[in-house]
């Protein structure tokens, strides 16, 4: 028994070493050109997957399926969110195609997520990932927009995406279009 704990001990300390030995070499590939390996996939998609599914458990989602918030939810959408996951029709922009891993297309998200999982995403953003934590920058009620927006994304056609666009900037204007919270390269604020 006692061989056994040293040869255990004697183990895990060379597994150290060489652990450490790796991180020190400069041998793993920090360029978000070179993808993970699947070990490394695995490892770090099963850890999101669960944490997400746990951190999500206890929020309650409102109704979301109430046009008016949908609409607002577009703006959210397309101020912050389409550069990096497209939409209907329309692909993403160079930053999102550029981080690693890369932005997923949105549109199955509500297959694979529900509705709290998807707040949670969105609210806390995903460590060591381009994901922002959209904590700082929208108050609840526009997270939850941005949710009923995704949910809504998969049934538009991207003429209908397009559509969309002009009616919610005319019908349902909020303060996420407003001027002020406008960026350089944002679309058109609405008149
Ligand atoms: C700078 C680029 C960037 C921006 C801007 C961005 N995201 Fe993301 N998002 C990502 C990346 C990268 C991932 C994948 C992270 C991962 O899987 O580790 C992601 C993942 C997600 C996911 C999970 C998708 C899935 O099915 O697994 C959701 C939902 C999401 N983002 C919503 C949003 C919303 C809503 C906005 C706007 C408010 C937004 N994102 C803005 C980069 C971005």
Redesign the pocket.
């Known amino acids: 028994m006692k061989r056994f704990l040293l040869g255990a001990i004697a183990v895990l300390l060379v597994q150290g070493i060489v652990g450490l030995a790796y991180v020190y070499s400069g041998f793993f590939a920090i360029s978000a050109r070179e993808p993970h390996t699947h070990l490394l996939w695995w490892v770090?998609?099963t850890t999101?997957k669960n944490s997400i599914r746990r951190g999500a458990s206890e929020i309650e989602a409102p109704p979301l399926d109430d046009p008016e918030l949908i609409a607002r939810g577009f703006g959210?959408?397309r101020?912050?969110?389409?550069?990096?996951?497209g939409g209907p029709g329309v692909g993403p922009e160079p930053?999102?195609r550029g981080?690693?891993?890369?932005?997923?297309s949105?549109l199955?998200?509500p297959e694979?997520?529900d509705s709290a999982e998807?707040f949670w995403?969105?609210k806390n953003?995903?460590k060591?990932?381009?994901?922002?934590a959209?904590h700082f920058s929208?108050d609840e009620d526009d997270?939850w927009a941005?949710?009923a927006?995704?949910e809504h994304m998969p049934e538009l056609t991207p003429e209908q995406f397009q559509a969309f666009g002009r009616r919610a900037t005319v019908e349902a204007p909020d303060r996420s279009l407003s001027p002020e919270r406008a960026r350089i390269g944002d679309p058109e604020p609405p008149p």
């Not at 101020?79 to 996951?85: A, K, S, V």
């Not at 981080?99 to 997923?104: G, L, T």
């Not at 060591?128 to 922002?132: D, I, L």
């Open positions: 770090t998609d999101k959210v959408y101020n912050h969110c389409l550069q990096c996951h930053i999102g981080v690693y891993p890369p932005a997923p949105l199955p998200s694979h997520w998807l995403i969105v953003g995903i060591m990932s381009a994901m922002p959209w929208e997270i941005a949710v927006f995704i």
